[in-house]
């Protein structure tokens, strides 16, 4: 165990961070889930970047062609067409930002209200636990997507108010875990020694706690993005969505579920596309979860 | 470094109480002792006698509820402890009055270094320190850690269990407390460990000049370091006084039967003595 001088690399390694890093660099599905999620983010950060400078590219997403309308694939409309005429893919491009952002947004929301209500639950506990977690549980006796419905049926249909409401329904499992993990590391060995030393209240808090839960945390909000896409793209479908012209994933299933019998392509697609999305930040996150799972390994 | 020579803790009539839901446990009933400037003191007692509550109240870290420290007095240097507005008592906590607890591996906090975790403690408590990394590579050293400059960037998992312990130490010690509370630092730790981390406490504590609380239910253990030991028993102090005193004349039923405990080699007895309760309780 004694080593007199520690190699830089073997430093590195020691640190949490680096450890599950490793951990998940091991883990060939997560790598190439987490390769995904970049993919799309790539997409969504260039895409946004061509519909913000105007630059329709490869097609102008809402362009109409009525000569052209329900073309199958073909070369110059590689996923063909729907039936205004527009080009699927430039759309389905086009849509990708739109589900990330209402995706990342809307954790984040979920993630700030989930972790301050479960962090205060689980620090304080006695009383304050009980009003806050039964205003959780009442809030979880709804079932969120009708929950969420009506919301977006009464502020009307904005990719604003759809982030938010998503945010404001979602964050209650997150505050149960966060309250969890408050109240088994606030009776740690370590939070004692940090008070016994005469740490104020919210640094044990921030600096003692808090970085001990980060890992499930994070979990939670990786895992918490494809709901929040899934979601919107619920909303999309049902029409309660973003709306059109804007194209999204769900609202081009939307509008193709007419034709589903004619022109499979306007279907399959941005279901594709939803489920390939889903699908990687459900992997990149249950990798991230092995990952962390095991804190207490020594090496 | 004598005995009593001038009280710096004085606890009188300490009672607590833990409250439950559907009872009260009385923790504490009643102690009363004091701790001279230097002076050694051993608390002993078994699980669940009280003196790591009493120990704790002293510089009121009982979570208030379930705690209730129902009545008595604790004062430190004079000053009433149980008046103390949270600022003083931060600056009590750790800087006058500092723990080491018995689990070293779970009283380190995992996601910092041992650099980050000692330079907390002399940031909290002497801020008149510039150089914190001089400082913390000076008490790793002093608490024979080998190469420190080199350690201090370790994390705790990457420590022996003797080690983290001299770690914990350096950290109570770098605030320059004028009391150490060891609550059974070495109880989680293998007997040739315990006997460093011992050794390590008692020369310590000779260099700096400060007050030790030891707690422990090893009598083994006290009769080498402490000048004086007090007995707990169901909450209650039944007896206090000199080591070599007690030791040898142990009034209290439960005194003797816990040093009746301790092995003696070359005994010629088959079986290990344990307490029967219900004899003291009749004595």
């Known amino acids: ?299 | 470094m004598n005995e009593a020579a001038q009280p710096i803790l004085q606890v009188r009539d300490l009672c607590i109480d833990f409250v439950l839901e559907d009872r009260t446990i009385e923790a504490v009933r009643g102690a009363s002792f004091e701790l001279g400037a230097g002076e050694t003191l051993a608390i002993v007692g078994e699980s669940g006698s009280g003196k790591s509550v009493t120990a704790l109240a002293l510089t009121r870290l009982l979570p208030v509820p379930p705690a209730n420290l129902k009545s008595g007095e604790i004062t430190f240097r004079g000053e009433d402890v149980m008046r103390m507005k949270p600022k003083q008592l931060r600056q009590l906590r750790g800087g006058k009055i500092a723990y080491i607890f018995q689990e070293p591996s779970t009283s380190l906090n995992p996601v910092y270094t041992v650099r980050s975790q000692i330079g907390e403690a002399i940031r909290l408590h002497r801020p008149d320190v510039t150089d914190v990394d001089t400082e913390i590579v000076r008490w790793l050293d002093a608490v024979g850690i080998i190469d420190p400059a080199a350690r201090m960037h370790d994390y705790p998992h990457q420590l022996s269990g003797g080690m983290q312990q001299r770690v914990m130490i350096a950290m109570a010690l770098a605030c320059q407390p004028d009391v150490l509370v060891a609550d059974e630092p070495t109880t989680a730790l293998d007997v040739t460990i315990q006997a460093q981390i011992m050794e390590l406490l008692a020369s310590l504590k000779d260099r700096f000049g400060m007050a030790v609380i030891l707690i422990t239910h090893n009598f083994g253990i006290v009769s080498g370091f402490a000048s004086r030991v007090l007995v707990m028993y169901r909450g209650r102090i039944v007896e206090q006084g000199p080591v070599e005193e007690i030791l040898r004349h142990p009034a209290h039923p439960y005194t003797r039967a816990l040093i009746d405990c301790i092995p003696r080699l070359g005994s010629k007895e088959k079986r290990l003595k344990t307490i029967d309760h219900a004899a003291i309780a009749a004595a």
């Open chain 1, 1 to 299: 165990m004694i080593t007199t001088t520690p190699e830089p690399l073997a430093l590195a390694a020691a640190s949490p961070g680096r450890r599950v890093w490793r951990r998940f660099g091991a883990n060939r599905v997560g790598m190439t889930a987490a390769f995904m999620v970049l993919l799309l983010g790539l997409i969504a950060v260039v895409f946004f970047i061509l519909d913000f400078f105007g630059v329709p590219w490869p097609m102008d997403p809402n362009a109409t062609n009525l000569e052209r309308k329900l073309l199958p694939p073909n070369t110059t409309n590689l996923l063909g067409t729907d039936n205004l005429g527009r080009d699927v893919l430039s759309r389905l491009l086009n849509g990708a930002y739109i589900s990330l952002t209402v995706g990342f947004i809307a954790v984040f929301v979920s993630l700030s209200i989930g972790v301050t209500v479960g962090a205060v639950a689980g620090y304080f506990g006695g009383w304050v636990d009980n009003i806050v977690m039964r205003v959780v549980d009442a809030i979880m006796c709804f079932p969120s997507f009708f929950l969420i419905l009506t919301a977006v049926a009464l502020l009307g249909p904005s990719i604003f108010n759809i982030i938010v409401v998503i945010g404001l329904v979602s964050w209650t499992g997150t505050a149960r875990l966060v309250r969890a993990e408050f109240l088994t590391l606030r009776e740690s060995a370590y939070v004692q020694a940090a008070r016994a030393l005469g740490q104020r209240g919210p640094k044990v808090i921030f600096r003692h706690i808090l970085p001990n839960a980060a890992a499930p945390i994070l979990v939670t909000a990786v895992l918490g993005v494809p709901e929040a896409i899934l979601a919107e793209a619920g909303l999309s479908f049902l029409g309660f969505g973003v709306q059109p012209p804007q194209a999204t994933w769900g609202n081009i299933i939307a509008d193709g579920k007419t034709y589903i019998l004619d022109a499979w392509w306007l279907i399959l697609f941005p279901g594709l596309a939803i489920l390939l999305a889903a699908l990687s930040f459900y992997l990149t996150g249950d990798a991230l979860r092995q990952a962390v799972e095991t804190r207490s390994e020594r090496q």
